[in-house]
């Protein structure tokens, strides 16, 4: 809501002039305000290009104000080669089964790419609203998720330009009457159209709402008076325009991570976070007797629990994190071992793929996400954010420690919507480690398992302690707390993974 | 059907010994063969992830023979970094709505990894064939696509290492019957299989008749006797051990492309080829006002097919192939301005992601095709396969000599599913190009669409008229005929775009 059409932009021709009877003799200014805008335009966008952020530009605001047109226009001004026109319809029961926001992440633009959403989240949290009866901290929520949303992909870089095209009832009304007259052109119009017509002094009210609770530094909204459609059409290009220039100009050169600066064993930003770690009873071991007995009962109990999870459409998302060679693939393959194939996925978590470099680093995970009634277990994962990547400097200082809290955030959707986190750290002592580095380099077909990088991480070991310290003490909510399971003897933690997957599947399936 | 389990193979220890109640005080040979096996395993996968092939396993087999048993050991015996595991399930909306392999696309694995896949393609087969009534074309059908579909991908370079998990009618009831009475197996046994068991015979014939058609060099079928669970595991690994170390050793050195020796002007496959071009009428014309009137009209026409094909739930791809500045950008514009922004999608093809390079050519294409319903608009398409990237020496002779067919296959999916295909050529005379070239220099905000790769594609004229004969000839089906649009004049071009496409559309939705 920073401002009004044609206020504070470069001026677009006088309004009055477009409003009377073409004046075929006359210089023709619309369309030289055309040709420049359009040259500028590119021109922003061949620097665009060389730059690593994605723009989002979202185009909301009332029915029959030119949604449409202003995507047409757009389409024919802007160099389609890395633009993307995203409209949502009704969501698939792939989308509906993850939460709300997994359609959204699954269509981002890619970093030097544009995007235009149509339809999307703030269309969305409106409509939804408008016509809800007695759910009053509803829009609220969905207010503060779309800020939290916006707030994290412009942390990232991204330049996000809302318009808000506004037409006020009567001209709204007018252009449903002269649509529905046309043959041709009354599919445009929905029973929806009227009844938002109807609502038209609600939607405004609400949409004010919306605009101020969510305009932040990245993330400018912009109204437009679309009452006349070639002004409009103007404003919304200056306005991209004029942010798309800024954010070229303002953004710092992409700070590369000082990898060598980083080097330093880190401060802990969690001074109590370590004594968690410390307390974990490591001498905690199972007689193979027991072991068996225990397993098999657990096996079945997950088991009976996972179908349950099916039936009642919930997911389950595991996290396994650990110290290398503290045994994750091991006590991976014997939980998944109770599970037909057919409902659960893994995903080893290495390098990133381009695509996934392209994108904000929790893309990666978002696209993996179960959809209700199966399990994905993730063989590490987000959590490399504020483990290696802060270790080793791959990303920056801000970068990780805004990491805590949209992880949480990212959780919090994910639970919110029905699935079932569970989160394991694999703890074992240095010693331990050791041993098993060194057994695994005298079988040849676990030699593979060990490199030079296993090495490196454990001369690190104190760093790790202290970032895994914060994790822990950072991450664990209510909705997603850790788990940290003593697994210097690979049976205890085996089956204490299970039981523990077992007692938290339980709970979140009685509640 | 290569070979039955063992004969052929290095020996696993006697299956004898091993349906004996355990010896523990002899060495443990079992144990001895196992821990070869999985460091040779182990060792050729090391190899792999250096060469540029995908391998997918596809465990098959009969109910209770031990699939998932045998996945959970490959994923203990194999190095899980770059390892899938692929289960099918009821299909998704998502899925439903796109042609049936688009499934399979999707999970395809990348060069370099290991995907297995379960339930997938070929146990859909049988399982719909074998209670199928009165339907006998359809099983030829499927097996011809299966096997149509494994050869592309062989002959891009993948390694197929499908098993079989054979088990006699008798013995499969007995496990079923021992899975019933322990209450913590119960769940594994669904009346599905009991059906399968009673229908035992007709599923041995019919998967016989679906080996002996899909078996094929670079996917061969291994029938296994999964009698003696570890005999099974044993010859399961064996087979992908020696077909990946055959493949890995066997495979020529991956053919760089000549990109040089190709300069040469293309010698046409198809002589006629050229005439089919030479025969647009160039000097088509068409006036403003006639355009106005026609394009109003035809946009509702469109529009309302569109609405049609979406009630019906048929979805429409179109392709736009074009001299470069023969007008794709402005016709593509002036026909989607006549759909709701939710219902199309436009894809513009440049250079592929790593991603999609780490893939089978046609698997980017796959990616973007519409659901049911949907329109999807090409804007370049995979035929640069047989374009520019036959010219330039992108790719081998084999390869686009093989492209015609991969694509006339891909497109009988596409429509054998129900997709409107409408495909489009828009032609421009030489000294036209040239014009608009000269023109968009012009023009500061069309400057950035032309480039030096335009001058040089411009200077090898000749090459593109020779290859767009071929392709026209080789690609112009009766489900997906080329449509050769004048375009030398831009208002004829756009009206002819989308008469053809209403014609197109109004004859599929008829018919």
Redesign the interface.
């Known amino acids: 809501m920073k401002q009004k059409a044609g206020s504070g932009q470069r001026s677009p021709p006088g309004p009055q002039s477009l409003a009377l009877p073409a004046r075929p003799k006359t210089p023709k200014p619309h369309k030289i305000a055309v ?1 420049d805008l ?2 500028s ?3 922003a ?2 620097e665009h290009l060389a730059a690593d952020f994605p723009v989002i530009v979202m185009i909301a605001g009332f029915d029959a104000a030119g ?2 047109e202003v ?2 226009v757009l ?3 802007l ?3 890395h ?7 009704t969501p ?3 989308e509906r089964e993850r939460p709300p926001f997994w359609r959204y992440w699954r269509h981002l633009p890619a970093r030097g790419n544009i995007g235009i959403f ?2 999307a989240w703030n269309t969305v949290a409106l409509a939804e609203e408008a016509f809800a009866k007695s759910r009053p901290k509803r829009f609220a929520r969905a207010i503060s998720h779309i800020a939290n949303f916006e707030k994290m992909l412009v942390d990232d870089g991204a330049l996000i330009v809302k318009v808000w095209l506004y037409l006020s009832r009567k001209t709204q009304r007018k252009r449903l009457l002269k649509l529905e007259q046309d ?2 052109t009354r ?1 445009r119009v929905s029973p929806d159209d009227w009844k938002h017509n109807a609502a038209h002094d609600r939607l405004d009210a609400l949409s004010r709402e919306l605009m101020k609770a969510t305009d932040q530094p990245g993330a400018r909204w912009t109204v437009i008076d679309s009452e006349h459609p070639r002004t409009r059409d103007l404003a919304v290009g200056h306005a991209i325009l004029s942010q798309l220039r800024q954010h070229l100009a303002h953004r710092a050169p992409a700070k590369k991570p000082a990898a060598t600066a980083s080097r330093a064993t880190p401060v802990p930003l969690v001074a109590l976070g370590r004594k968690l770690l410390e307390q974990v009873d490591l001498s905690k071991k199972l007689a193979s007797t027991a072991y068996k007995a225990r397993l ?1 009962e657990d ?2 109990n997950f ?2 629990l996972a ?1 349950e999870a099916e039936r009642t459409a919930r997911s389950i998302v595991f996290v396994f994190e650990g110290w290398d060679a503290a045994g994750k ?1 091991g006590a991976i ?1 014997r939980l998944i ?1 109770a599970v ?4 659960y ?2 995903v ?1 978590i ?1 390098k990133p ?3 996934e470099k392209a994108h904000h680093y929790l893309w990666r995970f978002w696209r993996h996400l179960p ?1 209700d009634g199966m399990v994905t277990v993730f ?1 590490r994962s987000w959590y490399g954010r504020v483990l290696v990547e802060r270790i080793e400097g791959f990303c920056t200082e801000p970068e990780w420690r805004r990491a805590f809290e949209e992880i949480n955030e990212f959780e919090r959707q994910l639970t919110e919507h029905g699935a079932i986190l569970v989160k394991f750290w694999l703890h074992v002592s240095k010693a331990e480690q050791l041993k098993r580095f060194k057994a695994r380099e005298a ?3 676990k ?3 060990i490199n030079t990088e296993d090495w490196r991480n454990r001369d690190r070991w104190e760093s790790y302690e202290t970032c895994l310290g914060d994790m822990v003490s950072l991450t664990s909510t209510e909705f997603a707390p850790w788990h940290l399971i003593p697994a210097n003897d690979k049976r205890h933690a085996r089956a204490e993974v299970l039981r523990t997957a077992c007692r938290t599947i339980e709970t979140a399936l009685d509640a």
Chains 1, 2 share one sequence.
């Open positions: 040709q359009r040259a335009l590119v021109q966008q061949v949604k449409g995507l047409q389409n024919e001004w160099d389609p080669r633009l993307e026109t995203i409209a949502f319809n698939s029961d792939e149509m339809s043959p041709k599919w098999h096996l079945g088991n009976r179908w693939g393959r071992s037909d194939p057919r409902f996925g893994v080893p290495g793929t381009d695509e959809r063989d079988v040849a077909y030699r593979h398992k």
